[in-house]
């Protein structure tokens, strides 16, 4: 669990950089953007470290915990994406933590909602500027595909090193 804070919230936090430094966004939008991460991280650490106290709810509190992210992906991605068009990337964490643990059709549900998530909030967007016009439909759809073949990626290398692992026993 501990892989989320090693590997994806350092990439959130250069992306967040990235995302002020060269577009300087409201103060509010960067101090809460720090905020929501900071949650994410502490939660993601007390999950990470209790999940073999509970070890009854251990597959609960991993989902939970990918759901925890999806949501911190939605928040920033919402409130970034206007200032940083990388801001999408945000939603390979989620389905990708999936990849370790869950079944294949789990990540790609996973997967799914991240990607109709991203989408939907493209659209809200798109909304309050008058529309996206279908180039940028385009381009956003093509940011959903890659959101799910990534994650399937992901699950059939990780389901792979396990089966590696065990046939060296």
Same mark, same amino acid.
């Given at each position: ?15 967040? +950089?990235? %995302?002020?430094?060269? $577009? ?12 929501? @991460? &900071? !949650? *994410? ?50 939603? +390979?964490? %989620?389905?990708?933590? $999936? ?12 997967? @799914? &909602? !991240? *990607? ?54």
């Amino acid at each position: 669990m501990h892989i989320l804070n090693f590997y994806f919230t350092p990439f959130a936090v250069i992306l967040i +950089l990235f %995302a002020i430094f060269f $577009s300087e966004p409201d103060r509010s939008v960067t101090y809460t953007s720090f905020a929501i @991460l &900071a !949650a *994410a991280f502490v939660s993601n650490y007390w999950l990470g470290k209790n999940v073999y106290r509970f070890m009854r709810w251990s597959r609960h509190i991993r989902a939970v915990t990918v759901w925890i992210n999806l949501a911190v992906s939605c928040a920033l991605f919402y409130m970034l994406s206007p200032y940083w068009a990388p801001m999408w990337l945000l939603f +390979l964490t %989620a389905p990708s933590a $999936s990849a370790m643990y869950m079944k294949k059709w789990q990540v790609f549900l996973t997967a @799914l &909602a !991240a *990607a109709g998530s991203m989408l939907g909030l493209y659209y809200l967007r798109s909304m309050a500027n008058g529309g996206m016009g279908a180039q940028l439909w385009g381009m956003a759809l093509s940011q959903a595909v890659f959101i799910i073949f990534f994650s399937m990626f992901t699950a059939a290398m990780a389901e792979m090193i396990v089966k590696v692992r065990d046939s060296n026993r």
